[in-house]
């Protein structure tokens, strides 16, 4: 009888052992579950932020990218502009105004020009020198002038045919080349206007203007039928000019 109370005790405090182990078991497993638990969440709090950061500094790396990219391209461009001439055209040109007339030259018949103030310019190698526009460069030019006479004291009757004033038939202009290598000049362009045309009585302008090829060296002037007659108070009467196409 005593050995079988005894072996119900002993069997008895094995069961609490074995329920005090358990317990403990269920109690370590929970703190374990409750670790695991909380790094998990930390670590998706720290995966929020730090996803954020590394597509944020993709984005800036880009950016930066884009950014030494898009500097480079502008200085390639500031470079091809500045080697375009601050993005002007390099042909040679020039485009030259009336201006009071020495008459007392021997040259009376070729006009002389203003070639720096105003509307008036020589670019890129074009030169205008002892009244002549000096070509720098071989090619085709368009070469234009207009010479505005004015005739107020010239004039024809009723019939056309008598002029009551100066004896004078009509006037021109005409542009003509020179060379050094040739020694006979060369006329390109020739305008003539009668007095007696129904326009104006007092104005006569003559427009010409043509593509020609021209070499280097060579040298355009305008010459006309009488300097003394031609108008040059306002720059769009009388002009001439040229450039390269």
């Known amino acids: 009888m005593e050995f079988s109370i005894a072996m119900l005790q002993e069997e008895e405090q094995v069961t609490k052992q074995g329920l005090r182990a358990s317990s403990v078991q269920d109690s370590t497993l929970r703190k374990l579950q409750c670790a695991v638990t909380c790094c998990l969440l930390g670590l998706c709090t720290l995966a929020v932020p730090t996803g954020y950061l590394m597509v944020g500094s993709f984005i800036i790396h880009r950016g930066d990218k884009a950014a030494v990219q898009s500097s480079s391209e502008s200085v390639l461009n500031t470079s091809a502009y500045k080697a375009s001439g601050s993005g002007m055209d390099l042909k040679p040109r020039a485009h030259l105004t009336g201006k009071g007339q020495d008459y007392s030259s021997d040259k009376s018949n070729t006009l002389q020009w203003e070639d720096q103030h105003g509307q008036a310019f020589t670019q890129n190698g074009m ?35 008598e002029k009551v004033g100066k004896k004078v038939d009509f006037v021109f202009q005409t542009i003509t080349k020179v060379n050094s290598n040739y020694p006979a000049s060369e006329d390109l362009l020739k305008g003539t206007k009668s007095l007696c045309e129904k326009e104006n009585l007092g104005n006569r302008p003559i427009y010409l203007g043509a593509l020609l090829l021209m070499k280097r060296g060579d040298r355009l002037m305008v010459k006309v039928s009488d300097i003394k007659l031609v108008d040059v108070t306002m720059e769009h009467k009388t002009f001439f000019g040229a450039f390269l196409v």
């Open 127 to 161: 030169n205008y020198i002892n009244r002549s526009l000096q070509i720098p460069k071989t090619g085709s030019y368009f070469v234009y002038s207009q010479v505005t006479f004015h005739l107020a004291d010239l004039r024809c009757n009723e019939s056309g045919q």
